[in-house]
């Protein structure tokens, strides 16, 4: 088993179930220093796609799954690894609420531009956020991101 941090569209618990049967949530935690940004422009979810950047004195939260290897590829499929849309970040240090450091993966975008989330993408993450606990302060920054609605 592999621990994964989901900070974007795979915080969510039917997504999840649907694309990794197997998974297991272990708990929440955060990445100092970055913020949620939208990087990357997908057909599929009409508008922008989450990525994690660098920024000091910002904080992204997320969820810690546990995975299999049969889930590991499947999620690499579904955020299109291998036509480098993301790229699999190893050892990718989060921290935990009761303060311990656990070394993750997750998935960071190859290549950025600057796009705005359709509303029901960005629904869907705070939706997420919702179901795991992620603190209320996080989820109140989420619902203030810009968004378009038009398809």
Known sequence: M?????????????????????????????????????????????????????????????????????DIECLDYYEGVKFGAYRRESDFEVVRPDGATVKTYTYIVCERGCFMPHKKYLDQIIKGAQEWGLPLAYIEKLKRITYKEES
């Open 2 to 70: 592999v621990l994964h941090f989901a900070y974007g569209s795979n915080l969510d618990r039917d997504q999840m179930k649907c694309r990794c049967p197997d998974y297991k949530f272990v708990g929440i935690a955060k990445k100092p220093d970055y913020r949620i940004a939208f990087t990357r422009c997908s057909k599929n979810r009409k508008g922008g796609v989450a990525d994690i950047v660098e920024s000091d004195g910002d904080v992204v939260w997320g969820a810690l799954y546990e995975l299999s290897k049969k």
